[in-house]
């Protein structure tokens, strides 16, 4: 698969539906997941996209795309269990690519209004929907995380959080739920996601409850970028992120820590590239995923669109060259969003 097609996949997606998918939550897009070429993809589903599946067959435009192997992921089977209070485990975790489960462990957020909330965000509106329950139990997760490995071979789990109104913005419960897992399936690796604590020794905390990796994300470095599209989350420093980031470089180690990076907020790509070398410079992974506006969001009710595929191209061209020569590549990661890779053109490129 061309770099080209693996891009436009990205930010186009395909028509239909998919066995595995996504909708709406704290993540950059609705998804449906697949494996391209051998590596697990998300994409958009779109029913406007020029792309779509035939079988085990890629078509865009009713023109085979040549030479890619579509696997479409399976439901798996995970899904059909339930709690002992009948929560099905489907609520709990979610299943990302082919072997990543994920989970939000609070699906609440002290930024939702309106008036603060980030705009590409709708982690409420799976809640809203009746998918998923607000928090989830510690136990709950070791069960549903055994069960996924048991019988569907997944290989690392991510939790997130909403933001809560401690100064551990969630992090306490986080390391609760890995605790929790890590006693039940102890060699699973998982990654944790939270905005930098108030305490930086919650960073030591959830390493010693089990963590593996961290996703410490800011979403652009872009203070005009931050302030419009993530209008609380900006009050939290660039130097706040910075401390967390070398805190959690020191107690996680080179590589193991990553943020996300969004193309099509309208930070300049220079800039942007300029931003992640800093970050590579640290020992951050700089994960560059296209935005692309998700069902629930104000970004899509402001009509904003994804980004232009060739700057997508360029961007992650470029990040990813320099990624690859600091020898900091997602084979290097335990866990997490950026040792999966699905949402972003990262792993095409070879980091």
């Known amino acids: ?5 693996r891009v436009d996949l990205a930010i ?6 998919a066995p595995v998918s996504r909708r709406a939550g704290a993540g950059p897009s609705d998804d449906g997941h697949l494996v391209l070429d051998g590596r697990s993809v998300a994409v ?9 599946l ?4 890629l078509l865009r435009d009713g023109v085979v795309v040549e030479d890619v192997a579509v696997e479409p992921v399976r439901r798996p089977r995970f899904y059909d269990l339930r709690t002992a209070e009948g929560t099905s485990y489907e609520m709990l975790a979610r299943l990302h690519g082919r072997d990543v489960l994920a989970t939000t462990v609070v699906q609440t957020c002290v930024r939702y209004d309106e008036a603060e909330r ?11 929907a009746g998918s998923t329950v607000a928090v989830k139990r510690p136990y709950d997760l070791a ?8 019988l569907d071979g997944v290989r690392q789990m991510v939790m997130t959080t909403g933001t809560s109104a401690g100064r551990d913005r969630g992090a306490t419960h986080l390391a609760r739920c890995v605790r929790a897992v890590k006693a039940r399936v102890p060699d699973l690796p998982v990654q944790v996601q939270c905005e930098p604590p ?5 960073i030591t905390e959830l390493r010693e409850a089990g963590a593996d990796a961290i996703g410490i994300h800011v979403e652009s470095l872009d203070e005009d ?5 993530m209008p609380g989350k900006s009050r939290v420093t660039l130097d706040d992120y910075r401390a967390a980031w070398a805190e959690a470089v020191r107690v996680f180690g080179r590589n193991q820590v990553s943020t996300y990076l969004l193309v099509g907020l309208g930070e300049d790509p220079d800039e942007l590239v300029e931003g992640a070398r800093a970050l590579i410079a640290m020992g951050v992974y700089p994960f560059v995923v296209p935005f692309r506006p998700l069902a629930g969001t104000l970004a899509q009710a402001d009509g904003a669109t994804a980004p232009d595929p060739a700057v997508l191209e360029d961007v992650t061209r470029r990040v990813a060259a320099d990624l690859v020569a600091a020898g900091m590549t997602s084979d290097g990661q335990r866990a997490g969003c950026a040792a999966c890779g699905a949402c972003s053109t990262l792993k095409q490129q070879g980091a």
Do not use: H, K, Q
């Not at 698969?1 to 097609?5: G, V």
């Not at 958009?44 to 779509?52: E, Q, R, T």
């Not at 035939?54 to 067959?57: H, K, P, S, W």
């Not at 980030?118 to 809203?128: D, G, V, Y």
């Open 1 to 5: 698969m061309t770099t080209t097609t």
């Open 12 to 17: 186009l997606g395909i028509r239909g539906r």
């Open 44 to 52: 958009p589903l779109n029913d406007a996209s020029p792309y779509w």
């Open 54 to 57: 035939e079988g085990d067959t």
């Open 118 to 128: 980030c705009r590409f965000c709708a982690i409420e509106a799976s809640l809203t």
């Open 143 to 150: 069960d549903v995380a055994e069960a996924a490995v048991r």
């Open 198 to 202: 108030g305490d930086l020794a919650t």
């Open 225 to 229: 970028v931050r302030r419009r599209w």
